[in-house]
């Protein structure tokens, strides 16, 4: 039996929202499997090789307009109304799909509805109980290690959080630096590393971060912008800078860094 590789989980919920919203009142939505595919040429690229298990999920909505169609999976684009979309969904999708070797294909007829593929690598499947191949299991485990959240997006912060566990860290989760300043103390008692966005109202991420190197210099910290510009402004240097959309072992690669820089700095 063929298996995905490495968890598409947060993918398909992101494609079945983005479904469900585009059928606005009522609705219907497909969901169709495919092992043993072939990948086709997707916006310009050519055909995967090998064998691909093509995940499909189409819907009866509105439908996506052509121009709109060049730009869904660029980060925080969206065609929703202010306030009911991050526009992160698609690209997170876009770039989960991508960093495993795939890549997700759409269709679209306005006013008929959508369809959209998620195109993953097929792996033959493991005997039950045999272990996972070392760098495997160190990307997804977390060790029981409590991350603190900073991110002021009720929408990014429940889906950081998610990912987070499904990782298997503990997490707790505040909408401010100010508040992370407050949770963390003195001394950071309970908290392993801080993994906040960059962008916040008041006191943005870097200056966290450098708050934090000043007052609790064992605390590693890991940040996350959309905004190419922001991670590369003036006083970034020497910190873990993570860019949106990030895959789930994109996120479990920077945290585990960061937290092996900090044991070898503190000894």
Partial sequence: MPVLCPDPETALVNLAVNARDAMESEGTVTIRLCCDARMPSIRGHGPGTGDFVAVSLSDTGIGIAPDDLERIFEPFFTTKDVGKGTG????????????????????SVVGKGSTFTLYLPQAESTVPGEPRPTGQQEAIDGEGRCVLVVEDNISVGQFATQLLEDLGYGTAWVTSAEEALDRLGSDGDG?????????????????????????????????ASGYSHVLAQEGAEGLELLRKPYSASQLSAALQRRIAWANERNG
């Fill in 191 to 223: 908290f392993d590393i801080v993994f906040s966005d960059v962008v916040m109202p008041g006191m943005g991420g870097i200056e966290l971060a450098k708050r934090l190197a000043r007052d609790l210099p064992a605390m590693p910290v890991v940040l």
């Fill in 88 to 107: 992160l969904g698609l690209s997170q999708v876009f770039g989960f799909a991508k960093q495993s070797g795939g890549d997700v294909d759409v269709e």
